[in-house]
């Protein structure tokens, strides 16, 4: 069997060391390392994680290259359009942490809204002085509505759970307005943004970052959202205008923002580390021991497929 693979770091689980074995070579080194940029052009298939960015420079110093497998469900640190134009096989994972993720989003939700991580700190801190009538108070969800752009298995099922919660899920996609999404226990309907936002005590955001949703969520969407609406982002952070989103938690505009994913990641704006009722995590979405294994597997069986397959 041919394949020369090079990854920039190990995976969750046994599935790359088997690929490995399967395959001529299995090198491991750090993205853009002087031994990563001297493994290129002999490389068959890449493995990187999605905060390592690839170019087509990148591609054309790799003309082996048949196939690139991303340790996530998101693509858009890949050039998509030059890989199809390279005959370069793009390999993801999506469908196995659609639930860990999904339950981030909740954990976040919840952790604003009821105010979670200033309880804990209060008890560590020492100064808790006892149960009082207005302490710490939060916002409840049971009957609010509960906006979610994106309308894929993510974004899914993250409207399960809000339902379980009693709250009432609506979707904003691509497909545009009209119909209704099916969650499983019942069907939630699909608006226009314009519909969406000013009816979402809750927004969530579970689409893909493309050329379409860049932005999308800029300082007019974000103005349109109720007063004391709740932002939850496990998706990317170039969706949102993020200084806009500042600008409305300082003002006491939203009610408070759960994030685990930032623009310029892991360099956030210092900006989020004094904004007020928000809550950050560090891209923490699918990170679960069985989401992490099963993507590692997915991603090696689509290498090795790939691999595999003869080019036309
Ligand atoms: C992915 O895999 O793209 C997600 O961002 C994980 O949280």
């Known amino acids: 069997m041919t394949g020369r693979i090079l990854s920039t770091s190990a995976l ?3 599935a790359l060391g088997t690929l490995g074995a399967r395959f001529p070579e299995l090198r491991l080194a750090p993205f853009r390392s002087p031994a990563w940029t001297a ?42 359009e030059a890989c199809a134009a390279r005959g370069i096989t ?7 942490l659609t639930e860990a993720t999904a339950d981030l989003a909740l954990a976040l939700l919840m952790a604003v809204t009821r105010r979670v991580a200033e309880g804990e700190a209060l008890v560590r801190s020492g100064a808790w002085t006892g149960w009082a009538p207005e302490q710490l108070l939060g916002i409840g969800l049971a009957g609010k509505t509960c906006g979610i752009l994106g309308s894929g298995p993510i974004g899914r099922a993250f409207a399960r759970r809000v339902w379980a919660l009693g709250m009432h899920p609506v ?15 019942v069907h939630a309907p699909r608006l226009p943004l314009a519909a969406l936002l000013p009816a979402s005590a809750v927004l969530s955001l579970h689409c893909p970052l493309t050329t379409h949703t860049r932005g999308l969520l ?3 969407a974000l103005e349109q959202l109720p007063p004391g609406a709740v ?32 623009a310029g990641e892991p360099d956030l704006d210092s900006r989020w580390l004094r904004t007020p ?3 950050l995590l560090p891209h923490l979405g699918s990170a679960t021991v069985e989401a992490r294994e ?7 069986d689509g290498l090795a497929a790939a691999l595999n397959t003869p080019r036309c």
């Open 218 to 220: 800029d300082r007019r």
């Open 231 to 262: 932002l939850i982002n496990t998706a990317r952070g170039g969706i949102l205008d993020e200084g806009a989103a500042m600008d409305l938690l300082d003002a006491g505009r939203l009610g408070g923002a759960g994030l685990d994913v930032y």
């Open 39 to 80: 493994a290129l052009p002999e490389a068959e298939a890449l493995v990187v994680l999605l905060s390592e960015p690839l170019t087509e420079a990148d591609l054309a110093a790799a003309p082996r290259l048949r196939a690139i497998g991303t340790y996530s469900v998101g693509v858009n640190h890949l050039p998509l």
């Open 12 to 14: 969750v689980g046994p």
């Open 277 to 279: 009722r928000t809550v």
């Open 171 to 185: 979707f904003w996609d691509r497909e545009g307005a009209g119909g209704q999404v099916d969650i499983g226990p």
């Open 294 to 300: 099963a993507m590692a597997r997915l991603l090696c």
């Open 90 to 96: 793009v390999v993801s994972t999506p469908g196995v």
